[in-house]
C-alpha cells in the first residue's frame, strides 16, 4: 500500500520560508515521477514543481520559478519542497503525488498517489 504523508505546513508572514516533506511508503521514489501540487479553493490542483525518477529533470510552475526547489532524499525516501520568498498568493493546499513511471508529467490527472495535503498559508 502506497502512503504519502505531507508535513510542513503552516502560517508564514510574506517574505518568510517554509519547507516541505513527503515521506514515502509502499513505493520507492527514485522509481517514481513525484510533484507537488497546489489547490486553491474551488479551483483546480495547480503545479507547483516535478521531477522525474532519475532526479535530473524537474518543471517548476510559472508562479514558482526561483523561488522554491525541490529536492529528494533516497535514503529517506522523502521528496522536500523549500520555498522562499512566500507570497500571499502561495496560499493553498500543498499536495505531494507520485507517478511510477518513467516519465513525469505536470498534469495532476496523471499522478497516481496523492498525500493528504498540508495548508501553507501566506499573510501580507
Known amino acids: 500500500q502506497v502512503q504519502l504523508v505531507e508535513s510542513g505546513g503552516g502560517s508564514v508572514q510574506a517574505g518568510g520560508s517554509l519547507r516541505l516533506s513527503c515521506a514515502a511508503s509502499g513505493l520507492t521514489i527514485r522509481s517514481a515521477a513525484m510533484g507537488w501540487f497546489r489547490q486553491v479553493a474551488g479551483k483546480e490542483r495547480d503545479i507547483v514543481v516535478v521531477i522525474d525518477k532519475s532526479g535530473l529533470v524537474t518543471y517548476y510552475g510559472d508562479f514558482v520559478k526561483g523561488r522554491f526547489t525541490i529536492s529528494r532524499d533516497n535514503v529517506k525516501n522523502t521528496v522536500y519542497l523549500q520555498m522562499n520568498s512566500l507570497k500571499p498568493e502561495d496560499t493553498g493546499v500543498y499536495y505531494c503525488?507520485?507517478?511510477?513511471?518513467?516519465?513525469?508529467?505536470?498534469?495532476?490527472?496523471?499522478?497516481?498517489?496523492w498525500g493528504q495535503g498540508t495548508q501553507v498559508t501566506v499573510s501580507s
Open positions: 503525488a507520485a507517478r511510477p513511471s518513467l516519465f513525469m508529467s505536470v498534469r495532476s490527472h496523471d499522478y497516481d498517489y
